[in-house]
Every structure is written in structure tokens, then in C-alpha cells.
């Protein structure tokens, strides 16, 4: 049986796009991993648990650096419950945070931001900055910047 280079041609064509299609590696087929991470005056800092949690109409977002039983660093920043992409105010309430470090000194974001870049039904990410006081006495002021989060839900 004789092929004419007219089919051979289509042929293989065809097999060429199966194949490639095949092997594509598409941007949504890549499952996300949790992080979360930050600089506080000036030191890096990245979570080793990440944790969620909602409460009233608010959604938390907690990350762990250190070792939490003697010396760490905690970040807890606060969202809507009913969150969307988009930007979100320390300074109108519309979004909070807070930290604690290995002292047990808790300090409150005063100013600055959290950024909403993702949202889907299971995972939330974003960055966030922002410029904190101890609540008492408000003397002192740390500053987190680069904070990004990539959460579960």
C-alpha cells in the first residue's frame, strides 16, 4: 500500500499538534505553595507555618517564623471576610495587622497596606507593608515591608 506524501504530510501534522498539546505545561496546572514572608527594620523573615482562620466577618492570615515554643516572629494581618482583588487600608480600618516577637511584645500595623493579587475559593495571595507601634507605649515603631502571602484556604 502505496501513502501519498499528500496524507503523509497531514499526518503527521496532526501527530505534531497531539503531541505538543500533549506536552504543554499549562500556568493553572501548577498547584501554589503556601508561603508567607517579610522584612522586619530591615531583617528577612519566612514563615515555617502558615496558618487561616476567619472569625465575625474577618479573615486572618498567620504566619510563623522561628521556632514558636522559644523565639519567634508572628504576623498576623486581617481582611474582609468577603475579600476581593484589590487594595486594602491600614489607616481606614478597612484591613488591620499586627506582630509579636520572641519578647512577647505585640505591636499594631498603625499604616499601610495589604494587596489582594489572587483570589480563588482555596487560595489567597497578595503583599502587604506596614509601619507598627507596641500598644503601649507607642514610642517605638518597626516597619514590615516586603510581606508576601500565599495562603490556602
Known amino acids: 500500500m502505496l501513502i501519498s506524501t499528500h496524507s503523509f504530510r497531514a499526518a503527521a501534522t496532526v501527530l505534531a499538534l497531539v503531541f505538543m498539546a500533549a506536552c504543554s505545561s499549562r500556568k493553572d496546572d501548577v ?3 503556601p508561603n508567607m514572608s517579610w522584612t522586619v527594620d530591615g ?3 519566612k514563615a515555617n507555618i502558615i496558618t487561616h482562620s476567619t472569625g ?3 479573615l486572618f492570615l498567620n504566619g510563623y517564623a522561628g521556632d514558636t515554643a522559644t523565639s519567634y516572629h508572628y504576623v ?3 481582611l474582609p471576610k468577603t475579600v476581593a482583588v484589590g487594595t ?3 489607616a481606614t480600618n478597612a484591613a488591620g495587622a499586627y506582630s509579636t516577637i520572641a519578647n512577647r511584645t505585640t505591636y499594631i500595623g498603625r499604616t499601610g497596606s495589604i494587596t489582594v493579587t489572587s483570589l480563588t475559593a ?3 495571595e497578595g503583599t502587604f507593608a506596614f509601619a507598627e ?3 503601649s507605649p507607642q514610642s517605638v515603631i ?3 515591608t516586603n510581606g508576601t502571602f500565599n495562603v490556602d484556604l
Open 31 to 33: 498547584t501554589p505553595t
Open 43 to 45: 531583617t528577612n523573615e
Open 56 to 58: 465575625g466577618n474577618t
Open 76 to 78: 498576623s494581618i486581617w
Open 88 to 90: 486594602y487600608s491600614l
Open 122 to 124: 482555596t487560595n489567597i
Open 133 to 135: 507601634t507596641p500598644i
Open 142 to 144: 518597626k516597619t514590615i
